[in-house]
């Protein structure tokens, strides 16, 4: 059935659902319908509270915010970015996604290191990442993001610091092996050494200084929602199967079969299941299945774990105008970014905090950074244990005994994440054969969701 009277069901009632039925019912298609696996919207996006404090316990940031993103412009129509974001100067800001951030940092041996003393590591792995960009996949001496890296640092490293002494060489490689270790959080990676350097390349980042939403990135799922249809989206209805190329009905339609049983007719599907999910259950979720090509790209998508750790403090252990913390292994100086005991060392993969924006309440909060199977073990740990853990890293670091945690909280992003598993590993780095996903030609099927577009990658991100 053709035009604005043709049945479309849109599975998956995250952002990219939300925004694809807004569109459609904006341009006067009168029959689309959302079937949504849990009791909520907005997937990933899901805020929260500490004590009395708003938190993104999902997606927190809006990466290059400007007029060429998307969500920014949604965000904006809705009123819900400060007065700073919205300034030209900001969304024409070309920061490659790693933003100036006012840093403070601390060894293990409870020191805080002078900023200006480790601005050489910082600057060194910045330049490392910008040159990222010029590899390519006709240059095989580097197998990975990783081992460019590493490699890169060590040839730099002899010409730039061959004038300090090797305490301080030792501990400049430290400090790259705690940015490098924030890296495998940007991209929820075990270690860097697991994405690939030429479809690393490909990641294009869009301008503008990273910017929140006030009062919390679920509102701007919440006001996209109120303006759909009455009754448009089911909630807690799951879906089994879906039966296209005319496998279930005599016309040209699709069949969506729920874990109910139930069968609902449609003439288009649009799946905006999370790209994780879609990995782990696509042998099951198609009938007939995917093509051989699309099936080999979905298998090779790069997904990982990476969590957040909220702290508070009743007073703060940082600089004024702090907005990162950087903790520094003194004994990591052959540049790692993974933990080999993970059982034992887990811990030392946290190895930066954000500052939290002050809020009316003027509690003091961190946000820590995990993430790989290190973050997965910690999600295995008691309470009581994990909060200890987290604790005696600061007092370590900051060489304070008497500093204590009044309220710390963990924030998962994938299998278990908000106890959902619909909501399956929804951080992505870019691997190899994924091209034949994208490229749909002139089938009959096609996927959506946030990740999955060319060259852009337009993220709402946990950092």
Same mark, same amino acid.
């Given at each position: ?86 300034? &030209? ?5 070309? /920061? +490659? =996604?790693? $933003? #100036? ?116 990135? &679920? ?5 996209? /929602? +109120? =303006?759909? $249809? #009455? ?123 954000? /500052?939290? =924006? ?10 820590g950074w995990i993430a790989g199977r290190e973050a997965e073990y910690m999600e295995s740990l008691p309470e009581e244990e994990f909060k200890q853990s987290v604790t005696e890293l600061i007092q370590r670091f900051t060489g304070e005994s008497r500093i204590r945690t009044d309220k710390v909280l963990k924030a998962k992003s994938h299998v278990k994440n908000w106890k959902s598993p619909m909501s399956d590993v929804h951080f992505h780095h870019v691997r190899v054969f994924q091209e034949t996903l994208l490229s749909c030609q002139k089938e009959s099927y096609a996927l959506a969701g946030l990740v999955i577009r060319g060259r852009v990658v337009l993220t709402?991100?946990?950092?």
């Amino acid at each position: 059935m053709a035009g604005v009277d043709c049945q479309i069901l849109i599975i998956g009632c995250g952002i990219s659902g939300v925004t694809a039925a807004k569109t459609l019912t904006d341009a006067g298609f009168n029959k689309v319908r959302i079937l949504e696996a849990t009791n909520r919207s907005g997937g990933r996006l899901l805020t929260g509270t500490l004590g009395t404090d708003i938190i993104d316990l999902g997606a927190a940031f809006i990466h290059g915010p400007s007029e060429e993103n998307p969500v920014f412009r949604v965000a904006r129509h809705y009123w819900l970015l400060s007065p700073e974001a919205l300034t &030209e100067e900001n969304q024409s800001a070309d /920061v +490659s =996604e790693r $933003p #100036p951030m006012v840093s403070n940092w601390f060894s293990c041996s409870g020191q805080r290191l002078s900023a200006k003393d480790m601005r050489p590591a910082l600057i060194m792995y910045s330049q490392i990442m910008d040159d990222t960009s010029m590899c390519s996949s006709e240059e095989p001496q580097w197998t990975s993001v990783g081992h460019f890296m590493r490699s890169e640092a060590k040839r730099r490293a002899a010409e730039a610091w061959k004038d300090k002494d090797e305490a301080t060489r030792n501990l400049l490689f430290s400090a790259l092996s705690a940015l490098f270790k924030v890296e495998c959080c940007s991209n929820a990676s075990n270690s860097m050494d697991d994405i690939d350097l030429a479809g690393f390349c490909t990641y294009e980042n869009l301008k503008g200084l990273d910017c929140t939403i006030q009062g919390g990135f &679920e509102l701007v799922i919440k006001n996209l /929602v +109120s =303006e759909l $249809p #009455p009754g448009i989206v089911t909630y807690n209805r799951p879906v089994r199967c879906v039966h296209w190329n005319n496998t279930e009905s005599s016309g040209s339609g699709v069949t969506v079969e729920c874990e109910d049983g139930e069968r609902i007719a449609a003439d288009h599907v649009i799946l905006t299941v999370p790209l994780g999910y879609l990995q782990k259950h696509h042998s099951t979720l198609f009938h007939p299945p995917l093509p051989p090509p699309k099936v080999h790209s979905i298998q090779n998508l790069g997904f990982g774990t990476c969590n957040k750790v909220f702290v508070e403090f009743d007073v703060p252990w940082w600089g004024p105008n702090c907005e990162i913390i950087y903790l520094v292994w003194k004994d990591e100086e052959d540049i790692t970014d993974h933990v080999t005991d993970v059982k034992q060392r887990w811990i030392r993969k946290m190895s930066s905090f954000t /500052v939290q =924006e002050k809020s009316e309440s003027h509690a003091h909060i961190l946000c820590g950074w995990i993430a790989g199977r290190e973050a997965e073990y910690m999600e295995s740990l008691p309470e009581e244990e994990f909060k200890q853990s987290v604790t005696e890293l600061i007092q370590r670091f900051t060489g304070e005994s008497r500093i204590r945690t009044d309220k710390v909280l963990k924030a998962k992003s994938h299998v278990k994440n908000w106890k959902s598993p619909m909501s399956d590993v929804h951080f992505h780095h870019v691997r190899v054969f994924q091209e034949t996903l994208l490229s749909c030609q002139k089938e009959s099927y096609a996927l959506a969701g946030l990740v999955i577009r060319g060259r852009v990658v337009l993220t709402l991100t946990l950092q």
